[in-house]
């Protein structure tokens, strides 16, 4: 996991670099945040990378590690859009009531605003992957 480490390692610290040099209403400036790079390999099953202000304009980020089986819980999104990077495993992203997709290695999964969803490991191994969740933009 130490290749997709690295690489995921830089796309935090892009999306942390681009989210801070937009401003936003209310977000103060783009001068307020740092970039950084942040270790994957917690022992921990969720693991915090991004805690939202001050040290982004509203980013959210964590890596979570799921034992076969197991499901993060039923939550919902609200005014947020979710990103899923995963990095080890497989399972199944469940989405409302009538959306369910598989997930593993090397996929991405986008969660809408207002949606409740579910993530479960289905597979044998742990199910590792990382969320990023921003505020959504107004409707244009």
Known sequence: MSGVSTSLGLVVILLVTAGCATDR???GTGASCKPFVENLEDPNDYHILLTGVPQTHGMRSGRVRLAPGKSIGLHNTKGNEELLVFLSGSGVAVIGEDTRMQV??????????????DIKNTGTEPLVYVFC????????
């Open 104 to 117: 593993g290695e090397g996929q991405v999964a986008y969660i809408p605003p207002q949606s409740a969803h």
């Open 133 to 140: 969740v921003a505020p959504a933009a107004p409707e244009r």
């Open 25 to 27: 209403q209310g977000a």
